[in-house]
Protein backbone atom coordinates (compact mmCIF):
# COMPACT_ATOMS: atom_id res chain seq x y z
CA UNK A 1 0.00 0.00 0.00
CA UNK A 2 1.57 2.52 -1.22
CA UNK A 3 -0.70 5.58 -1.69
CA UNK A 4 0.97 9.37 -1.31
CA UNK A 5 -1.54 12.14 -0.34
CA UNK A 6 -0.22 15.47 -0.29
CA UNK A 7 -2.97 18.20 1.48
CA UNK A 8 -2.58 21.82 0.82
CA UNK A 9 1.47 21.65 1.19
CA UNK A 10 3.56 24.84 1.32
CA UNK A 11 7.15 25.71 1.25
CA UNK A 12 8.94 28.98 1.70
CA UNK A 13 12.54 29.39 1.02
CA UNK A 14 14.14 32.15 3.08
CA UNK A 15 12.18 34.16 5.92
CA UNK A 16 10.38 37.67 6.34
CA UNK A 17 10.08 39.88 2.92
CA UNK A 18 12.63 38.12 1.11
CA UNK A 19 10.59 35.07 1.71
CA UNK A 20 9.78 33.03 -1.89
CA UNK A 21 6.72 30.84 -1.94
CA UNK A 22 7.95 28.02 -3.92
CA UNK A 23 4.38 25.74 -3.11
CA UNK A 24 1.24 27.36 -2.71
CA UNK A 25 -1.21 25.32 -1.24
CA UNK A 26 -0.83 21.66 -3.36
CA UNK A 27 -3.03 19.08 -2.89
CA UNK A 28 -2.69 15.46 -4.57
CA UNK A 29 -3.47 12.11 -3.74
CA UNK A 30 -1.62 9.23 -5.96
CA UNK A 31 -2.51 5.63 -5.93
CA UNK A 32 -0.84 2.94 -5.10
CA UNK A 33 1.26 1.50 -8.58
CA UNK A 34 0.58 5.41 -10.36
CA UNK A 35 2.86 6.83 -12.12
CA UNK A 36 2.45 10.50 -12.18
CA UNK A 37 4.50 13.01 -13.87
CA UNK A 38 4.98 16.63 -12.41
CA UNK A 39 5.36 19.13 -15.45
CA UNK A 40 5.79 22.56 -15.66
CA UNK A 41 8.30 25.62 -16.72
CA UNK A 42 11.60 26.39 -14.63
CA UNK A 43 11.30 27.07 -11.39
CA UNK A 44 7.89 26.25 -11.04
CA UNK A 45 8.01 24.07 -7.93
CA UNK A 46 8.23 20.61 -9.17
CA UNK A 47 11.79 19.97 -7.50
CA UNK A 48 10.76 21.07 -4.32
CA UNK A 49 7.38 19.53 -4.48
CA UNK A 50 9.44 15.71 -4.86
CA UNK A 51 12.06 16.79 -2.02
CA UNK A 52 9.02 17.63 -0.08
CA UNK A 53 8.01 13.82 -0.65
CA UNK A 54 11.62 12.64 -0.50
CA UNK A 55 12.23 14.45 2.94
CA UNK A 56 14.85 16.18 1.52
CA UNK A 57 13.51 19.55 2.22
CA UNK A 58 10.84 20.35 4.95
CA UNK A 59 7.19 22.12 4.20
CA UNK A 60 6.21 25.30 6.21
CA UNK A 61 2.36 23.79 6.77
CA UNK A 62 0.05 21.21 5.06
CA UNK A 63 0.90 17.33 5.31
CA UNK A 64 2.27 14.50 3.34
CA UNK A 65 1.37 11.14 3.79
CA UNK A 66 3.12 7.51 2.25
CA UNK A 67 0.94 4.90 2.64
CA UNK A 68 -0.26 4.84 5.98
CA UNK A 69 2.74 6.76 7.65
CA UNK A 70 2.66 10.92 7.71
CA UNK A 71 5.55 11.73 6.98
CA UNK A 72 5.55 15.50 6.75
CA UNK A 73 3.32 17.85 8.79
CA UNK A 74 3.60 20.73 10.96
CA UNK A 75 5.95 19.69 14.01
CA UNK A 76 6.74 16.57 12.02
CA UNK A 77 9.54 15.45 9.33
CA UNK A 78 10.52 11.90 8.96
CA UNK A 79 13.96 11.70 7.22
CA UNK A 80 14.79 11.01 4.14
CA UNK A 81 15.70 7.16 5.17
CA UNK A 82 13.46 6.14 6.94
CA UNK A 83 10.65 7.17 4.43
CA UNK A 84 11.52 3.97 2.14
CA UNK A 85 11.34 6.04 -1.25
CA UNK A 86 14.21 6.03 -3.81
CA UNK A 87 15.05 8.67 -5.65
CA UNK A 88 16.76 9.39 -9.38
CA UNK A 89 18.31 13.08 -9.94
CA UNK A 90 19.31 14.56 -13.40
CA UNK A 91 22.71 13.88 -12.59
CA UNK A 92 23.26 10.18 -11.59
CA UNK A 93 24.77 11.31 -8.14
CA UNK A 94 26.60 7.77 -7.76
CA UNK A 95 29.67 7.18 -5.11
CA UNK A 96 32.80 7.53 -7.91
CA UNK A 97 35.10 5.49 -5.61
CA UNK A 98 32.66 2.64 -5.45
CA UNK A 99 31.94 -0.27 -7.55
CA UNK A 100 28.70 -0.40 -9.95
CA UNK A 101 27.98 -3.42 -7.49
CA UNK A 102 28.78 -1.57 -4.48
CA UNK A 103 26.53 1.75 -5.53
CA UNK A 104 23.45 -0.68 -5.78
CA UNK A 105 24.55 -2.65 -2.73
CA UNK A 106 24.45 0.54 -0.74
CA UNK A 107 20.96 0.96 0.24
CA UNK A 108 19.96 -2.08 1.17
CA UNK A 109 23.22 -2.61 3.31
CA UNK A 110 21.97 0.57 5.16
CA UNK A 111 18.62 -1.65 5.73
CA UNK A 112 20.32 -3.85 7.49
CA UNK A 113 21.55 -6.66 5.44
CA UNK A 114 25.29 -8.23 4.42
CA UNK A 115 26.67 -8.84 1.04
CA UNK A 116 25.46 -12.56 1.06
CA UNK A 117 21.85 -11.90 1.63
CA UNK A 118 21.80 -8.94 -0.20
CA UNK A 119 24.29 -10.02 -3.78
CA UNK A 120 21.36 -11.34 -5.57
CA UNK A 121 18.81 -8.71 -5.17
CA UNK A 122 21.52 -6.32 -6.69
CA UNK A 123 22.44 -8.48 -9.92
CA UNK A 124 18.76 -9.37 -10.55
CA UNK A 125 18.23 -5.09 -9.89
CA UNK A 126 21.49 -4.47 -12.55
CA UNK A 127 20.12 -7.42 -14.52
CA UNK A 128 16.36 -5.34 -14.89
CA UNK A 129 18.95 -2.47 -16.43
CA UNK A 130 21.09 -4.90 -18.23
CA UNK A 131 24.07 -4.08 -16.38
CA UNK A 132 25.29 -7.22 -14.90
CA UNK A 133 27.93 -7.63 -16.64
CA UNK A 134 29.57 -4.59 -15.69
CA UNK A 135 29.11 -4.74 -11.96
CA UNK A 136 32.90 -4.55 -10.99
CA UNK A 137 33.58 -1.21 -13.39
CA UNK A 138 33.75 2.22 -11.51
CA UNK A 139 31.33 4.98 -12.55
CA UNK A 140 34.02 6.69 -13.91
CA UNK A 141 34.39 3.71 -16.91
CA UNK A 142 30.83 4.33 -17.65
CA UNK A 143 28.87 6.02 -20.30
CA UNK A 144 26.03 8.91 -19.27
CA UNK A 145 23.24 6.60 -20.08
CA UNK A 146 25.37 3.18 -18.38
CA UNK A 147 25.36 6.03 -15.08
CA UNK A 148 21.87 6.64 -15.17
CA UNK A 149 20.96 2.88 -15.20
CA UNK A 150 23.07 1.72 -12.55
CA UNK A 151 21.27 5.40 -10.37
CA UNK A 152 17.78 3.42 -11.63
CA UNK A 153 19.38 0.37 -9.78
CA UNK A 154 20.06 2.02 -7.22
CA UNK A 155 16.63 3.86 -6.68
CA UNK A 156 14.47 0.15 -7.08
CA UNK A 157 17.07 -2.30 -5.54
CA UNK A 158 15.46 -1.94 -1.84
CA UNK A 159 11.79 -2.18 -3.21
CA UNK A 160 10.78 1.54 -2.22
CA UNK A 161 7.49 2.50 -1.73
CA UNK A 162 7.92 5.38 -4.16
CA UNK A 163 10.30 6.21 -6.95
CA UNK A 164 10.98 9.51 -7.05
CA UNK A 165 12.36 11.02 -10.40
CA UNK A 166 14.16 14.28 -11.12
CA UNK A 167 14.18 15.09 -14.97
CA UNK A 168 16.42 11.75 -15.46
CA UNK A 169 16.86 11.88 -18.61
CA UNK A 170 17.68 16.13 -19.17
CA UNK A 171 21.93 15.09 -19.02
CA UNK A 172 20.81 12.57 -22.04
CA UNK A 173 21.46 12.49 -25.55
CA UNK A 174 18.46 12.43 -27.29
CA UNK A 175 19.34 8.89 -29.08
CA UNK A 176 20.07 7.37 -25.35
CA UNK A 177 16.50 9.08 -23.54
CA UNK A 178 14.24 6.39 -25.91
CA UNK A 179 16.22 3.82 -24.15
CA UNK A 180 15.83 5.17 -20.31
CA UNK A 181 12.58 5.55 -21.06
CA UNK A 182 12.20 2.17 -21.89
CA UNK A 183 14.18 1.33 -18.54
CA UNK A 184 11.97 3.55 -16.66
CA UNK A 185 8.79 2.11 -17.84
CA UNK A 186 9.75 -1.54 -16.80
CA UNK A 187 9.81 -0.01 -13.74
CA UNK A 188 6.69 -0.24 -13.05
CA UNK A 189 5.02 -2.07 -9.45
CA UNK A 190 1.60 -2.58 -8.57
CA UNK A 191 2.73 -1.50 -5.34
CA UNK A 192 4.92 1.59 -5.35
CA UNK A 193 4.57 4.60 -7.34
CA UNK A 194 6.15 6.82 -9.39
CA UNK A 195 6.71 10.62 -9.29
CA UNK A 196 8.66 11.91 -12.40
CA UNK A 197 9.82 15.54 -12.41
CA UNK A 198 10.36 17.04 -15.77
CA UNK A 199 9.86 20.38 -18.09
CA UNK A 200 9.43 18.36 -21.33
CA UNK A 201 5.82 17.37 -22.09
CA UNK A 202 7.01 14.55 -24.34
CA UNK A 203 8.30 12.75 -21.56
CA UNK A 204 5.42 13.67 -18.92
CA UNK A 205 2.93 12.38 -21.83
CA UNK A 206 4.64 9.25 -22.94
CA UNK A 207 5.27 7.74 -19.53
CA UNK A 208 2.55 9.06 -17.02
CA UNK A 209 -0.81 7.40 -16.00
CA UNK A 210 -1.83 10.93 -15.08
CA UNK A 211 -0.13 14.10 -15.55
CA UNK A 212 0.26 17.07 -12.61
CA UNK A 213 0.64 20.47 -14.36
CA UNK A 214 2.42 23.21 -11.91
CA UNK A 215 2.60 26.74 -12.39
CA UNK A 216 3.99 29.19 -10.14
CA UNK A 217 3.54 26.64 -6.94
CA UNK A 218 -0.33 25.84 -8.04
CA UNK A 219 -1.74 22.98 -9.37
CA UNK A 220 -3.22 24.16 -12.79
CA UNK A 221 -4.50 20.74 -14.00
CA UNK A 222 -4.63 17.23 -13.16
CA UNK A 223 -5.45 14.59 -15.86
CA UNK A 224 -5.03 11.94 -17.88
CA UNK A 225 -1.92 12.37 -20.83
CA UNK A 226 -4.88 12.55 -23.35
CA UNK A 227 -7.48 14.70 -21.73
CA UNK A 228 -4.56 17.28 -20.99
CA UNK A 229 -4.22 17.58 -24.74
CA UNK A 230 -7.52 16.99 -25.81
CA UNK A 231 -9.33 18.75 -23.22
CA UNK A 232 -7.17 21.60 -21.45
CA UNK A 233 -9.05 23.35 -19.03
CA UNK A 234 -7.19 27.08 -19.39
CA UNK A 235 -5.37 28.79 -21.99
CA UNK A 236 -1.59 28.29 -20.21
CA UNK A 237 -2.08 24.65 -20.22
CA UNK A 238 -3.63 24.26 -23.91
CA UNK A 239 -0.09 26.57 -24.47
CA UNK A 240 2.08 24.23 -22.65
CA UNK A 241 0.51 20.83 -23.57
CA UNK A 242 0.97 20.56 -27.22
CA UNK A 243 1.49 23.90 -28.61
CA UNK A 244 -2.31 24.40 -28.69
CA UNK A 245 -3.32 26.95 -31.38
CA UNK A 246 -6.18 29.57 -29.48
CA UNK A 247 -8.36 30.66 -32.05
CA UNK A 248 -11.63 33.44 -31.26
CA UNK A 249 -15.01 31.89 -32.60
CA UNK A 250 -18.87 31.87 -32.68
CA UNK A 251 -20.78 29.23 -30.56
CA UNK A 252 -23.96 29.27 -33.01
CA UNK A 253 -25.29 26.29 -31.99
CA UNK A 254 -25.70 22.71 -30.55
CA UNK A 255 -24.80 19.43 -32.62
CA UNK A 256 -25.41 17.07 -30.16
CA UNK A 257 -24.53 16.46 -26.64
CA UNK A 258 -20.83 17.77 -26.31
CA UNK A 259 -20.18 18.93 -29.65
CA UNK A 260 -21.33 22.33 -30.44
CA UNK A 261 -21.13 24.04 -34.12
CA UNK A 262 -18.37 27.06 -34.48
CA UNK A 263 -17.54 29.66 -37.27
CA UNK A 264 -14.62 31.28 -37.90
CA UNK A 265 -15.22 33.85 -40.37
CA UNK A 266 -17.97 32.45 -42.40
CA UNK A 267 -16.47 28.68 -42.25
CA UNK A 268 -18.93 26.47 -39.74
CA UNK A 269 -17.44 23.70 -38.18
CA UNK A 270 -17.86 21.19 -35.32
CA UNK A 271 -16.16 21.20 -31.99
CA UNK A 272 -16.09 19.38 -28.71
CA UNK A 273 -17.59 21.33 -26.00
CA UNK A 274 -18.25 20.16 -22.34
CA UNK A 275 -18.34 24.29 -20.83
CA UNK A 276 -21.74 24.63 -20.55
CA UNK A 277 -21.01 28.15 -21.28
CA UNK A 278 -23.59 30.22 -23.22
CA UNK A 279 -21.78 33.03 -24.51
CA UNK A 280 -21.34 33.18 -28.07
CA UNK A 281 -17.80 34.29 -28.14
CA UNK A 282 -15.70 31.31 -27.37
CA UNK A 283 -12.10 30.54 -28.00
CA UNK A 284 -11.37 27.54 -29.59
CA UNK A 285 -8.20 25.27 -29.11
CA UNK A 286 -7.12 23.77 -31.86
CA UNK A 287 -3.79 21.22 -32.10
CA UNK A 288 -0.96 21.86 -35.04
CA UNK A 289 -2.59 18.26 -36.42
CA UNK A 290 -6.53 19.18 -36.37
CA UNK A 291 -5.99 20.46 -39.74
CA UNK A 292 -6.73 18.76 -43.53
CA UNK A 293 -5.47 19.86 -46.18
CA UNK A 294 -8.38 20.67 -49.07
CA UNK A 295 -9.21 22.51 -52.61
CA UNK A 296 -9.19 26.46 -52.51
CA UNK A 297 -12.69 25.77 -53.81
CA UNK A 298 -14.10 24.50 -50.19
CA UNK A 299 -15.06 25.91 -47.54
CA UNK A 300 -12.26 26.30 -44.91
CA UNK A 301 -9.84 28.73 -42.99
CA UNK A 302 -7.34 30.36 -45.50
CA UNK A 303 -3.97 30.54 -43.82
CA UNK A 304 -0.67 31.87 -45.68
CA UNK A 305 2.81 30.08 -44.96
CA UNK A 306 4.79 32.38 -43.18
CA UNK A 307 7.94 29.94 -42.30
CA UNK A 308 7.67 25.98 -43.02
CA UNK A 309 10.36 23.64 -41.16
CA UNK A 310 10.85 20.05 -42.44
CA UNK A 311 10.50 17.46 -39.90
CA UNK A 312 11.47 14.12 -41.88
CA UNK A 313 8.22 12.83 -42.41
CA UNK A 314 6.19 15.76 -42.06
CA UNK A 315 6.21 19.99 -42.15
CA UNK A 316 5.99 22.10 -39.62
CA UNK A 317 4.16 25.13 -40.56
CA UNK A 318 3.53 28.48 -39.05
CA UNK A 319 1.05 30.22 -40.57
CA UNK A 320 -1.40 33.50 -40.45
CA UNK A 321 -4.97 33.15 -40.84
CA UNK A 322 -6.28 35.36 -43.55
CA UNK A 323 -9.40 37.58 -42.71
CA UNK A 324 -10.31 40.34 -40.10
CA UNK A 325 -8.19 37.40 -37.35
CA UNK A 326 -4.86 37.43 -38.45
CA UNK A 327 -3.98 35.51 -35.89
CA UNK A 328 -0.60 33.38 -36.10
CA UNK A 329 -1.55 29.13 -36.53
CA UNK A 330 0.93 26.47 -35.92
CA UNK A 331 0.47 23.51 -38.01
CA UNK A 332 1.69 19.86 -38.98
CA UNK A 333 1.27 18.94 -42.34
CA UNK A 334 1.95 15.51 -44.24
CA UNK A 335 4.99 15.21 -46.56
CA UNK A 336 2.77 15.45 -49.62
CA UNK A 337 1.45 18.72 -48.67
CA UNK A 338 5.02 20.44 -49.73
CA UNK A 339 4.34 23.66 -48.61
CA UNK A 340 6.61 26.01 -49.62
CA UNK A 341 6.46 30.24 -48.11
CA UNK A 342 3.84 32.65 -49.07
CA UNK A 343 1.48 29.97 -50.09
CA UNK A 344 -2.09 30.10 -49.70
CA UNK A 345 -3.43 27.15 -48.31
CA UNK A 346 -7.26 26.24 -47.65
CA UNK A 347 -7.55 24.33 -44.45
CA UNK A 348 -10.50 22.82 -43.07
CA UNK A 349 -11.00 21.83 -38.76
CA UNK A 350 -11.10 18.20 -38.32
CA UNK A 351 -11.03 18.25 -34.33
CA UNK A 352 -11.36 21.53 -31.82
CA UNK A 353 -12.24 21.79 -28.55
CA UNK A 354 -14.13 24.93 -26.89
CA UNK A 355 -12.09 26.15 -24.05
CA UNK A 356 -13.80 26.68 -20.48
CA UNK A 357 -15.03 29.72 -19.82
CA UNK A 358 -12.28 30.78 -17.62
CA UNK A 359 -13.00 31.40 -13.94
CA UNK A 360 -12.80 34.70 -12.22
CA UNK A 361 -8.77 35.39 -12.11
CA UNK A 362 -9.39 35.14 -8.20
CA UNK A 363 -9.86 31.66 -8.44
CA UNK A 364 -5.99 31.00 -8.94
CA UNK A 365 -4.77 33.32 -6.49
CA UNK A 366 -2.23 31.25 -3.91
CA UNK A 367 -4.83 31.46 -0.47
CA UNK A 368 -3.15 34.29 1.72
CA UNK A 369 -0.68 32.18 3.98
CA UNK A 370 1.66 33.33 7.16
CA UNK A 371 4.70 31.83 7.10
CA UNK A 372 5.49 30.04 10.49
CA UNK A 373 8.82 28.90 11.86
CA UNK A 374 9.76 25.18 11.80
P1 LIG B 1 11.53 23.63 -10.79
O1 LIG B 1 12.10 22.32 -10.33
O2 LIG B 1 10.11 23.55 -11.23
O3 LIG B 1 12.38 24.30 -11.81
P2 LIG B 1 12.19 24.51 -8.10
O4 LIG B 1 11.34 23.70 -7.20
O5 LIG B 1 13.62 24.11 -8.22
O6 LIG B 1 11.50 24.63 -9.53
O7 LIG B 1 12.15 26.02 -7.63
C1 LIG B 1 10.95 26.71 -7.44
C2 LIG B 1 11.28 28.14 -7.02
O8 LIG B 1 11.89 28.14 -5.75
C3 LIG B 1 12.26 28.84 -7.97
O9 LIG B 1 11.85 30.15 -8.14
C4 LIG B 1 13.57 28.76 -7.25
O10 LIG B 1 14.37 29.86 -7.58
C5 LIG B 1 13.15 28.77 -5.79
N1 LIG B 1 14.09 27.99 -4.97
C6 LIG B 1 14.40 26.70 -5.11
N2 LIG B 1 15.28 26.27 -4.17
C7 LIG B 1 15.55 27.36 -3.41
C8 LIG B 1 16.39 27.61 -2.26
N3 LIG B 1 17.11 26.63 -1.71
N4 LIG B 1 16.40 28.86 -1.76
C9 LIG B 1 15.65 29.85 -2.30
N5 LIG B 1 14.84 29.68 -3.37
C10 LIG B 1 14.79 28.47 -3.93
MG1 LIG C 1 13.80 21.25 -11.03
Known amino acids: MARIKLQDVHKHYGRGAAAFHA ?3 VSLEMRSGEFVALLGPSGSGKTTLLRAVAGLETINSGQIQ ?3 DLVAAPGRHVLPERRNVGVVFQSHALWPHMTVFENVLFPLRESGLNETQARPRVMEALAQVELQDLAQRTPG ?7 QRVALARAMVANPRVILFDE ?5 DVELRRDMMRHIDQLRRPDSSMMYVTHNQEEALALADRVVLLFDGCIEQI ?3 VRLCREPQTERVARFVGSGNLLPARRTGVVREGVAQVAVGD ?3 EARDTSQGTSEQVRLCLAPTAFALVGPELPGLSVRVEHVFFQGSSYAV ?7 LAEPLSL ?3 FEAQPRRGDMLRLQVRDAWVMPETASPDAHQPKSYIPQDR
Open 168 to 172: PLASL
Open 318 to 324: DGVLQGA
Open 141 to 147: ELSGGQK
Open 66 to 68: IGD
Open 332 to 334: VLP
Open 267 to 269: YAF
Open 23 to 25: LRG
Open 223 to 225: DTP
